[in-house]
């Protein structure tokens, strides 16, 4: 029993003995099937990784042919851009040197035009000496030869010879007389002038009726009771605050408000107009709304200021002198705008610097700034050049602006083009035909009333007021007026003009005296 047993136990033994090597097997056999596969997708793995280095390497290379191609381009627009500029250098070098020939060669031609004008005035000098000399010896003699033969005495002769010389030498004395009479004329004259023009900036009397006035239209006539108020309270406070004279009369639906200022002008009619909308007029309805449109009116201005500082390119500038360029449209003089005025002598003054190879941009400042004094003259005493001229140093503008306001009324010579182009805008702007509007009526009388005192004085044969009438030219009778006479027919015809007539600025009066001969060949 115990033998089967042990023999069964065997067999049991042997037989899970083979059953677990035969287990063995097929796992070897499964590991080395996956061991296979896994070798093969191995191989797979590689030869793809293979495949995209070998596309990754080709387009390395793509990439490094276009950035060469892309450089090589690049490089040869930088050295054709460089070839460029060092040729156009080139050709400004060429014509700098040969600027600088020409400059020598005309430097050097003066200077022998000023020796050879130094030569003449030696020579000049030294013969004016030789006469001198001869002229005394012949004096001499001639008073030996009169004390010999009319038995004078020293005295007396020299005496006689004075009175010959003076009488030969009268139209040469007339003639220094009157070039230094006509100096002093015109620099008394530059000044009067100035301070003339001073004053009709300020009050330009002759257009007082036309440009100085405003009217309001209202709904009704009730209104102006409204206005007045009880006992005229109203009209005071409206009077007190906006600095206007209110005008109301028999005119229907209309209020007159008369300034000379027109900025507080302006301010007063808005006031009136809101004050009509509104309704409500009483002293502190009043007071409101004039604080709201002062406030409004000066916020326009800085706007406008700001508007043309930016249109005319001229850089960064203070607010304050930003807000006095917008109050330059409430002033004028002789009834021309002086913001327009302003702006065409910034425009002109620009193109006039650019041209001369000046500062294009400090010139239209400067031309900007140059009456900017007048935003002020109403407020303070002194005149519109050094109210402007303090104001813009006071917000450190350039020395070139300071110049300019100075130069354009000739308390200064001017120091750089931008100074010399203002001034020359300045003139054009000021003179050119309907720059500055007159009274039609009153330019006609004045003009009839210059010509007809010219034509009152005997030998005056023409006389005709051209230059807006700021100019007289004057013809006479050759036979009846000589040279000497001409000077004071001029100065007698200017007095009576001076005692005459009424006019801005200056007249000039020309007086012209022509000798012609005619005869014919026959």
Known sequence: MWVELLVGSSAAIISGAAGYFAAKKIEKDKFRIYEEQAKAKAKAIEHEAQIVLKNAQVKVKESELALKKDFENKLEELKKEYDDRFSELMEKEMSLKQMFKDELKHITLEKQELKEEREKINALREEYERLKAEYQEKYNEVMEALQLQAGLTAQEARELILQKVEEESRTEIANIVRKYEEEAKREAKRRANYIIAQATTRFAGEFAAERLINTVNIPSDDIKGRIIGKEGRNIKTLEMLLGVDIIIDDTPNAIILSSFNLYRRAIATKVIERLVEDGRIQPARIEEIYEKVKEEFDQQLLEEGEEIVLELGIGQMHPELIKLIGRLKF????????????????????????????????????????DIGKALTHEYSGSHVDLGADVCRRYKEPDVVINAIYAHHGHEEPRSIEAAAVCTADTLSAARPGARREVLEAFLKRVQAIEEIALSKPGVKKAYAINAGREVRVIVNAELVTDNEAVLLAKEIAKDIEGQVQYPGEIKVNVIREQRAIEFAR
């Open 331 to 370: 002033r004028a003089s002789y009834g021309q705008n002086a913001l327009g005025h302003s702006l065409e002598v910034a425009h002109l003054a620009g193109i006039m610097a650019a041209e001369m190879g000046g500062d294009e941009v400090l010139a239209k400042r400067a031309g900007l700034l140059h």
